[in-house]
């Protein structure tokens, strides 16, 4: 619906979606669905899409017959292939909103080249169902925020400090470089309760003193298959370090994978266009580049406690699906839905799994 009613407007000058993987989704329905949304667009009526039973009605009210924009997209066409398509879709497009820091980094290769290299791309805020924690601080670095000062106070637990609370810290004696748990308590009835979240200092605002943070990683978002503990950031090193070799990353997740003697590391990649003609390399550069990142991976997999990872690409698509898939399943907001680095469940794994195009 949103592709819908953006692509009726020419005049569109910005997009929110929160995540950067919400609008490489919208790239990707725009992309997909392109004939059948301009035939939309062109006779005015909203067509029978799963999940919108209850709101159709409202919506068809918005949307009238507009011929003369639908002629004007066919002769733009579906030019995929083209860097910047969406500038001339929407040629007064400046910015793109949406969070662009931690995980949410890979898809903006793919991002890029939907949206060309004039159209901006802005993270907002590090946000949550909680509290409001940062907004951001300078619009050319995507993963720096300013920590704001609200009725909710925020607090900071050293993660290398014993997880206790005399070891909390307040905004203003916090230490430039040091990673910390964000914890908070909120006016309407959270007390000190753990966000997640771990943040990094990264200096201080020279205006008001207050903090500003870089997004690292989940606390205790990590993979463990013998001695070893490789984490969200790690992981995400890896692979941004072999990303050319796959082609492009698109979005990833990992899962342990026992189907052989050694239990080993399952790479489950979404590639933004084909395969790069190396790819058949890629296990090994990850297998050694999770050696340079993790002492502990290091040696338990010289003694073959941990064997080389596997790739399993999937269809293209598979993670928007997922992300949908999550939606109906669980009844969540689609804002609070995101794949995690690392995958456990066993449903979520199988349900993966059927998509896998082949693996390497």
Request: aromatic letters at 10%.
């Amino acid at each position: 619906m949103h592709a819908l009613f953006a692509l009726v407007e020419p005049k569109l000058e910005t997009i929110n979606t929160i995540f950067t993987t919400s609008f490489r989704d919208l790239c990707r329905t725009v992309d997909d669905h392109w004939e059948d949304l301009v035939h939309c667009v062109e006779t005015g009526v909203i067509p029978d899409i799963d999940g919108i039973e209850a709101v159709k009605d409202n919506l068809q009210r918005f949307l009238q017959p507009n011929p003369g924009r639908a002629e004007e997209l066919r002769r733009i066409g579906k030019a995929t292939d083209t860097p910047g398509w969406f500038k001339q879709i929407w040629p007064q497009l400046r910015a793109i909103l949406a969070n662009a820091s931690g995980p949410f980094a890979t898809v903006i290769p793919e991002i890029r080249h939907y949206i060309g290299p004039e159209v901006s791309l802005q993270t907002l805020a590090i946000g949550s169902s909680e509290a409001f924690l940062a907004v951001a601080y300078d619009p050319r670095d995507l993963n720096l925020y300013k920590v704001v000062g609200s009725d909710d106070v925020i607090e900071f637990l050293p993660v290398d400090d014993p997880e206790e609370s005399k070891y909390l810290a307040q905004s203003w004696n916090v230490e430039s470089g040091k990673k910390y748990e964000v914890v908070l308590t909120t006016r309407d009835g959270f007390w000190r309760y753990r966000l997640g979240d771990v943040v990094e200092i990264a200096g201080f605002d020279p205006r008001d003193g207050q903090p500003l943070i870089r997004y690292i990683e989940r606390r205790n978002m990590h993979i463990r298959l013998a001695n070893e503990v490789t984490t969200e950031t790690q992981l995400c090193q890896v692979v941004d370090a072999t990303s050319n070799l796959f082609g492009r990353v698109s979005e990833f997740c990992v899962s342990p994978d026992y189907r052989q003697a050694v239990a080993r590391y399952a790479f489950i990649v979404e590639l933004q266009g084909n395969a790069g003609a190396n790819i058949s390399v890629v296990p090994g550069a990850l297998h050694d580049q999770l050696q340079k990142h993790n002492e502990n991976y290091l040696n338990d997999s010289r003694i073959g406690k941990i064997g080389v990872p596997c790739v399993r690409v999937v269809q293209p698509g598979t993670f928007g699906d997922f992300r949908e898939w999550k939606v109906k399943t669980k009844g969540t907001a689609s804002g609070q839905v995101k794949v995690p680095v690392v995958v456990w469940g066993e449903a979520d794994r199988a349900w993966l799994e059927e998509r896998v195009m082949y693996d390497i």
